[in-house]
């Protein structure tokens, strides 16, 4: 952002935050791959119940950007008010919104920690009692956000649209088709035999929050205190958020960028630790696992192809293709096992 749009966007959060407030610092949160994260410093709040200076997060759509798909924040604003009083699911409060100078909502900061476990061990070394709490509660969580039934309808008053399991798989396989097939080794095979084995839906479309993983919690100790980023949330299929959430909690598909984990509990052990506390009940596991395989490689893939041709420079992506071949090499496992 230009010096003028961030003192812009200054004027208009504390506006939008109400009379009496003003923002003293402005900066944006660096690490992050999930849109333009901003902290601000603002006084005269009084969330806290105190006077003083508070922090609060301000998700902001890029500028020069359509504020649509991942870049629609009001989306995300809405989705995070209509669950904030759901039970099981915890999610900063959204304070405030605005569309200038770019589409804008500020939320409360969630105290604690984000970490992803497998990816964030070589520079965060989590106990494994910590570990295993986090994970059961996650997976506890999910099962919770599964259970929500009140979806916000779209600024045009229409339901919020469903998507089956074919529109999900087209969606990651556009993804993919972008990337450059010499890095997506295998990946139209997978995709193929995804597409050949869609299972019936035997399960009612949920909220799902379309990113579920332990990074995305914040967490103070063991307690979740925040699920953030919602940029593709959306209405299907269960699977699809549990399958994901599972990509994660596998060591073995990270390859020189994740390590092994003490207390990390196995994807049947969190599978189950789900159902038993009401997710919804689905078979054909197998398949959702393989489709975030897919989905984990496909965006890898997109995003490594991005960093090469020089449209957003990231060396990390280099490290990527052996998990991206890992990924694809055990999605179609997965899928030919079930055919036998």
Request: proline share 7%.
């Amino acid at each position: 952002m230009t010096p003028d749009l961030f003192s812009g966007l200054a004027t208009s959060i504390a506006q939008a935050l109400g009379d009496g407030v003003r923002v003293t610092g402005l900066v944006t949160l660096e690490g992050g791959r999930s849109g333009v994260t901003l902290l601000a410093d603002v006084d005269g709040l009084g969330t806290s119940g105190m006077a003083g200076t508070e922090q609060v997060v301000v998700k902001a759509a890029p500028a020069g950007r359509s504020p649509v798909g991942r870049h629609d924040v009001l989306r995300q604003a809405r989705i995070l008010t209509a669950v904030a009083s759901s039970e099981g699911v915890v999610v900063p409060a959204v304070l405030a919104t605005g569309t200038v100078p770019v589409h804008f909502y500020v939320m409360t900061r969630s105290a604690g920690e984000a970490v992803e476990p497998v990816l964030d061990a070589a520079r965060v070394h989590l106990p494994a009692q910590l570990v295993t709490d986090r994970a059961i509660q996650a997976a506890r969580m999910l099962a919770a956000l599964h259970r929500v039934t009140d979806f916000p309808d779209t600024p045009e008053g229409e339901p919020e649209p469903e998507a089956d399991l074919q529109l999900e798989l087209e969606r990651w396989r556009a993804t993919g088709a972008a990337a450059d097939p010499q890095i997506l080794v295998g990946g139209e095979r997978l995709a193929t035999l995804l597409e050949a084995q869609i299972p019936s839906p035997h399960a009612p479309s949920v909220l799902v929050h379309g990113d579920f993983r332990l990074g995305n919690l914040v967490y103070d100790g063991p307690t979740p205190t925040g699920l953030i980023d919602w940029e593709i949330w959306g209405r299907t299929h269960p699977g699809i958020d549990l399958g994901w959430f599972l990509v994660f909690c596998d060591p073995d598909l990270f390859p020189g960028i994740g390590e092994r984990v003490a207390g990390l509990p196995s994807s049947a052990e969190l599978a189950q630790c789900y159902r038993d506390a009401g997710g919804r009940q689905f078979g054909n596991l197998e398949w959702f696992e393989a489709f975030g395989r897919f989905k984990m490689a496909a965006i890898m893939a997109h995003n490594l192809r991005r960093h090469r041709e020089g449209r957003h420079h990231d060396p990390f992506q280099e490290k990527l293709p052996p998990t991206i071949a890992r990924l694809v090499e055990t999605g179609i496992e997965k899928l030919e096992s079930m055919e036998h």
